[in-house]
């Protein structure tokens, strides 16, 4: 039957690159295939059950060198499985790509209703490990800021911080109820647990005629966009014979540190991972640093790796007293996709030593901030930030088309330059400008800002 069906758009993936786009096309009465490999996952969310909203279960997700790779594969995308955490699009990635979609940003922003955490989700008690690092870095010279977040902190249950694994209470906004206004108001049409295997392409008129699903049906469409991620969308592309993509890969892989305090009251027990950063290397050094809640961390740090696991597990009759740092980086773009989603993501001499200035910084703030020296240890390279595979300015151009005149891209693999910090409110702006792009709403030269990435596209 639905071989039969012609729908306007084709939206493929239901993260902050496609829900947007998807929505405010079904609201302006287009008629709107949406398509999501994942499953609508509702039960079991959380801790420990809410793994299976990520590839592999997250930890069985690596490249070829055992890099782990984190990606939400459910209605909602890795939003479901995101922090939260909100940045605006900053001006190293607008001027990259040369297009401004600030003016979106603050859009959804303001519909959303952003706001950083109130200080019990923090602050346990005077002497917490968290308040103690906060007044060491401060006195480093490198504070601590506040994070917004996309989280109702009414609703979200105190001491869960189990973001990542999907919200339990419905507190964190994710881009499922953007799919499921869509779907349940405006009437699109979504497929769940239904994976694009390759783009029809109509390659003399140049064109994207529909997609084939991965158990062979064939769905047609007008025009089509693929925000399957930073991964998934080269993999489509890959595998419908665009074989120039999927190169130059970042991620923003991390490095998280586990101590345990020499106080009594001294851990980060309950508390909320990311609440705060600290941003002022990531000009300098590409590298920005967070807090971690100490539950989810010493879980984390007995799950992915043996020599890790070997140095944490004895912690856990402790593990009130647990204190967490990560240092996540904005590595150079070493890396590839194939056409099977596998990997290969080496990291370069650049990186590694910018990720070891990242954790003697982090590893200092631990220090001073109560942490036993000799208990912390490291969990190296682990990311979720996929992107930067299909480029503006070389594969897509800044209206999001690809030299295929019905076929866009919009998700992270457009990033020509890694973010350098959560990309989620970037690529919702993007989408959301897309939609605008389309519709006929916004000009696009009015958007245009200098080059794209140098060249004029
Ligand atoms: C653990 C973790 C924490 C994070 N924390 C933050 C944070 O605090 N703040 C922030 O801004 N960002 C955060 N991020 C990053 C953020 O979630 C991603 O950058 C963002 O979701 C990427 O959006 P996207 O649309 O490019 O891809 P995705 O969100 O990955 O969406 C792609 C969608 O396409 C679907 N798909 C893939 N292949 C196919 C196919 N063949 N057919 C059909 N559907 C397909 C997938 O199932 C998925 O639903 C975090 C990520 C992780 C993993």
């Given at each position: 039957m639905l071989a039969d069906q012609s729908y306007e758009y084709i939206v493929i993936g239901t993260g902050p690159g496609g829900a947007p786009v998807a929505l405010e096309l079904a609201k302006a009465g287009k008629k709107v295939l949406i398509i999501e490999k994942g499953a609508y996952h509702r039960r079991m969310i959380g801790f420990p059950f809410g793994a299976r909203l990520s590839e592999r279960f997250f930890v069985f997700n690596r490249s070829r060198e055992g890099v782990v790779m984190e990606r939400g594969i459910t209605v909602g995308g890795s939003s479901m499985i995101y922090q939260g955490n909100v940045f605006d699009p900053s001006k190293k990635i607008i001027g990259a790509m040369g297009v401004d979609f600030r003016p979106e940003a603050a859009e959804i922003k303001k519909a959303i209703g952003v706001k950083s955490l109130p200080e019990r989700f923090y602050q346990n008690g005077p002497g917490s490990g968290f308040l103690r690092m906060r007044e060491a870095a401060e006195k480093m010279g490198t504070p601590f800021t506040a994070q917004d977040k996309f989280v109702d902190t009414d609703r979200c249950e105190h001491g869960c911080d189990w973001c990542m694994l999907g919200c339990p209470k419905d507190a964190k906004w994710t881009t499922r109820r953007y799919i499921d206004e869509a779907v349940g108001k405006y009437g699109a049409v979504l497929l769940v647990s239904t994976a694009v295997k390759k783009l029809v392409f109509n390659r003399e008129r140049n064109r994207v005629e529909g997609v084939e699903l991965r158990n062979g049906t064939v769905v047609r469409g007008g025009s089509v966009i693929l925000a399957a991620g930073g991964i998934g969308s080269p993999g489509i592309l890959l595998r419908s014979g665009v074989g120039y993509v999927g190169k130059r890969f970042f991620m923003d892989p991390m490095t998280i540190l586990f101590g345990i305090s020499r106080y009594k009251d001294g851990g980060q027990w309950k508390e909320q991972t990311f609440s705060h950063a600290i941003e002022s290397y990531a000009e300098s050094d590409g590298f920005m640093i967070g807090n971690s809640g100490a539950w989810g961390t010493w879980c984390v740090m007995n799950m992915v790796r043996p020599k890790v696991m070997l140095?944490?597990?004895?912690?856990?009759?402790?593990?009130?007293?647990?204190?967490?740092?990560?240092?996540?980086?904005?590595?150079?773009?070493?890396?590839?996709?194939?056409?099977?989603?596998?990997?290969?993501?080496?990291?370069?001499?650049?990186?590694?030593?910018?990720?070891?200035?990242?954790?003697?910084?982090?590893?200092?703030?631990?220090?001073?901030?109560?942490?036993?020296?000799?208990?912390?240890?490291?969990?190296?390279?682990?990311?979720?930030?996929?992107?930067?595979?299909?480029?503006?300015?070389?594969?897509?151009?800044?209206?999001?088309?690809?030299?295929?005149?019905?076929?866009?891209?919009?998700?992270?693999?457009?990033?020509?330059?890694?973010?350098?910090?959560?990309?989620?409110?970037?690529?919702?702006?993007?989408?959301?400008?897309?939609?605008?792009?389309?519709?006929?709403?916004?000009?696009?030269?009015?958007?245009?800002?200098?080059?794209?990435?140098?060249?004029?596209?």
């Open positions: 140095e944490n597990w004895y912690k856990g009759p402790m593990v009130k007293r647990g204190m967490g740092l990560f240092i996540k980086l904005a590595e150079d773009d070493l890396g590839e996709i194939y056409p099977n989603e596998r990997t290969s993501k080496p990291m370069s001499a650049n990186d590694i030593m910018r990720m070891k200035r990242g954790v003697d910084v982090a590893r200092e703030i631990m220090v001073r901030g109560g942490a036993k020296e000799k208990s912390i240890s490291a969990l190296k390279w682990a990311g979720g930030h996929p992107g930067g595979t299909i480029e503006m300015g070389r594969y897509v151009d800044r209206e999001f088309r690809t030299e295929f005149a019905n076929l866009y891209v919009c998700d992270a693999s457009v990033f020509p330059v890694s973010p350098g910090a959560p990309p989620s409110l970037s690529i919702m702006a993007m989408s959301r400008l897309l939609s605008k792009f389309i519709l006929g709403t916004v000009r696009p030269e009015s958007r245009f800002i200098g080059k794209v990435g140098g060249k004029a596209v």
